[in-house]
């Protein structure tokens, strides 16, 4: 079990220390929360109507872009020893995906910490509730991200791809529209968008009033969130697996 | 038997993007390389860019799996027990793998948990490569703000950490200066004295190489001529003569058939391999001097070693 752990933990700790000795990092991480209460919180009525898409989208992209540090520690060749290690492949998948969840959740947290300091949480949310949601989207969108950032060459591609896929994800989750606003052939597109799930379990999280204009039950979306982070997880450690070329450059 | 390498045969698959000049067929990498390491002491693999040393270095790594052939380390076969492998093995690649973010106690920490290191072993360990690498003073610092002399050395101690029979070192000395390069050497002796490690280097520098116990001739793929650097230049045996002219093919062809000549011509230099150096210049100085503009005669160095192995000049 020490041949799992060991490893394992390196690496978790290892990204955890590069974030904090990275101050532009640490900074985005602290700040944005802030940015968002001060800015939006203040500033627009039907606030809770974005609430948990602004959620949603933190802890998403925080946890994306953390899976870009396989794109560094490629380029800065430190890929390589992790690679002719013993390590089994799948203690970098897991450590980086642990990481990678447990800074976009704390800054969920961060984030939900604030609403209640500024009394703005409302009295039905439930923060248990809160960061299961959180962690599942952490870590389902760390290892989306690993296996992109193993596939693609450069950041820049890393970037390109992120925006194809993540945003349409994103923006069709009904964070800007809901489902009943929707043409229908677009409610199917959404219904089969897992980041839907995770903006319903979210606006339940919160409290927010769910009507029948939502029609996803409560379990469904346990379901989908569930199943779609166990998917991604198999799929970085089995993506991680192969011998790539690409990787030893 | 610490390393074993049977006929290895790498390919590279063939460029598949427009424009690049794309050849049916790429030469092989590696076509059939062959030799064993049975001691503990230190083998420089000496070749000039492209010979294919990063390609095998890939394939005793673990790496990339060859094609054909077989290689194995401490007993362990690559291709069936790569993670054993891994164990008894020691890589430092030619681009420096550690995070400059972190100090060199943090990065060798990082390194032994890799190989299920930890604790008090760990820290013993750490402290123990430090001291056969000078880097006590240097742990808590920065990688970045190393020099790229420390951060080699570093690299060294990092490989060292889980104590492996074979240490594989990729061109440790490229972009290093002088003083570094001498600096690293003179560590790289002391721990194979002090360890018995088994090291291989790779290196494109003939005086480098020349430090080594032994060495191995990588030319297209194969390896040409191994053997102990002294003992192959005093095969070699006499002198060579190379001699500049404006008719060098047909100064070859004259000294050709002489016995215990071995002539080659090289655009406008005749290369002469001869018992007696000093005796044909001044042969040749009254018979041919219209045709010379320039002699040199010195005793055979790496350099006409691997000529003579290759038929091909040294050029890194």
Known sequence: MNAFWVPTSAVFQRDLLRFWRERSRVAGFALTPVVFWVLVGSGYSNFERFLPGALVLTVMFSAIFSAMSLIEDRKEGFLLSMLASPAPRITIAVGKIASGSLIAVAQAMLFLLLATVGGTLYPDASLAVLFAVCLLIAAAFTAAGLVIAWLVASSQGFHAVINLIFMPLWMLSGAIFTLTEAQPWLRYLMLANPVTYAQEAMARGLGLPVSASHPVGAITTWVVLTVTAIATLVASVRVLARRSERNLT | ?316
């Open chain 2, 1 to 316: 038997m610490i390393v074993d390498v049977e006929n290895l045969v790498y390919r590279y698959p063939p460029p598949s993007a427009r424009g690049e000049r794309a050849e049916a067929v790429p030469k092989p990498a590696l076509n059939g390389v062959t030799f064993s390491i049975a001691e503990p002491r230190l083998t420089a693999l000496l070749g000039p860019n492209g010979s294919g040393k990063s390609t095998l270095f890939r394939i005793l790594a673990t790496l990339l799996s060859p094609q054909a052939g077989r290689a194995s380390i401490g007993g362990l076969d690559l291709a069936c027990q790569p993670m054993e492998a891994r164990r008894a093995l020691g890589v430092v690649f030619q681009e420096s793998s550690l995070d400059r973010r972190l100090t060199v106690r943090e990065n060798l920490s990082f390194a032994g948990q890799l190989y299920g290191m930890q604790g008090a072993h760990l820290a013993q360990r750490i402290q123990q490569t430090a001291t056969q690498l000078d880097l006590q003073q240097r742990l808590d610092h920065l990688v970045s703000t190393l020099s790229g002399g420390w951060r080699r050395r570093a690299e060294i101690a990092r490989c060292l950490l889980h104590q492996p029979q074979f240490l594989l070192l990729d061109e440790p000395t490229a972009g290093l200066d002088p003083l570094a390069r001498a600096d690293l050497w003179r560590h790289l002796r002391r721990l194979q004295d002090a360890e018995g490690v088994a090291v291989l280097v790779s290196t494109h520098f003939l005086d480098e190489a020349a430090l080594c116990d032994w060495l191995l001739i990588l030319h297209e793929g194969r390896i040409a001529i191994e053997g102990a650097p002294a003992a192959l230049c005093h095969e070699l045996g006499g002198e060579v003569v190379e001699i500049v002219s404006h008719r060098a093919n047909e100064l070859g062809a004259l000294l050709a058939p002489r016995a215990g000549f071995h002539v080659a011509v090289v655009d406008d230099v005749v290369r002469v391999e001869c018992p007696n150096g000093p005796a044909l210049i001044s042969s040749l100085s009254m018979s041919h001097a219209d045709w010379i503009r320039e002699m040199r005669v010195h005793r055979p160095t790496l350099a006409d070693v691997y000529f003579h192995a290759t038929g091909v000049l040294f050029r890194p």
